[in-house]
């Protein structure tokens, strides 16, 4: 809301010897003004800085006297007439202030006009940075693992399986055995014809069953567990997910 104040108290006469509050002001009066109207000079501010402000302006509100500052921050309105005048101000960037003036003939009223700055509110900025690779693809695999569709082996329960073997832990899926053949044992779904291995997938890229499950326990940070083609989303659909797919990552990956 715009302040008002009498300028009752700031009306200087010049016949009493007042003085301008800059002498350029006093050049924008010479002469004597007529009896029956009055000269408003006036300068505006930065409250803050106490620098001039240029291009602001000046007007009696309901009238067309209005007045442009210069580059002292300066502006004069002639041939007031006696009377009561809301006196507004108004520059870019500052809060516009409104004054109460009463005026008498014969006057020259000098005021400094003190703005405050208008409080800048900036847009608000969300930074957004791209999460790293290895979080994005784990993001996916909590992702599927909330899908309910398939085994999933989280890092804490391999850690507290605490076996030697990635196959120790795999059969403890249900639908999931362990087939050992010359002392060799792998995985294998419980319902996959003989001979059907799953195919495995390390970190996102398709790896060989002798590989992938050497891979060490510790090392593990999530296991997915697709038993059948039904089951297995698309990104790891291939010509082997028909018997099953095992999907590891590591803590390493990149």
């Not at 924008?28 to 300068?43: E, F, K, Y």
Request: charged letters at 20%; a neutral charge; proline letters at 7%.
């Amino acid at each position: 809301m715009p302040a008002y104040a009498s300028l009752g108290a700031l009306l200087f006469v010049v016949g009493l010897g007042s003085s301008p509050l800059d002498p350029a002001l006093a050049q924008r009066d010479r002469g004597s003004p007529s009896p029956d109207s009055t000269n408003v000079l006036g300068q505006l501010i930065d409250r803050h800085t106490r620098q001039p402000i240029h291009g602001g302006e000046a007007l009696i509100v309901g009238t067309r006297v209005t007045a442009t500052t210069d580059s002292s921050g300066q502006f004069a309105l002639s041939k007031l007439r006696p009377g009561t005048y809301a006196l507004e101000v108004h520059a870019v960037g500052y809060t516009p202030v409104t004054w109460l003036l009463t005026v008498e003939g014969g006057q020259v009223v000098n005021h400094v006009f003190e703005m405050d700055p208008l409080a800048v509110e900036l847009p608000e900025v969300v930074v957004k940075g791209a999460l790293p690779l290895s979080a994005r693809r784990f993001a996916d695999f909590e992702r599927r693992r909330h899908s309910g569709m398939g085994a999933f082996l989280t890092q804490d329960r391999i850690e507290h399986a605490n076996t030697a073997s990635l196959v120790d832990v795999l059969v403890t899926v249900r639908g999931v055995q362990q087939v050992c053949i010359s002392n060799e044992c792998v995985a294998k779904m419980v319902r996959s014809p003989p001979g059907c291995y799953p195919q495995y997938y390390l970190d996102g890229r398709e790896s060989s069953a002798y590989f992938a499950r050497l891979t060490p326990p510790q090392d593990v940070k999530g296991v997915e567990i697709y038993r059948g083609s039904s089951e297995t989303p698309g990104e790891f659909q291939g010509s082997n997910s028909g018997c099953g797919v095992i999907a590891i990552w590591t803590k390493s990956s990149p």
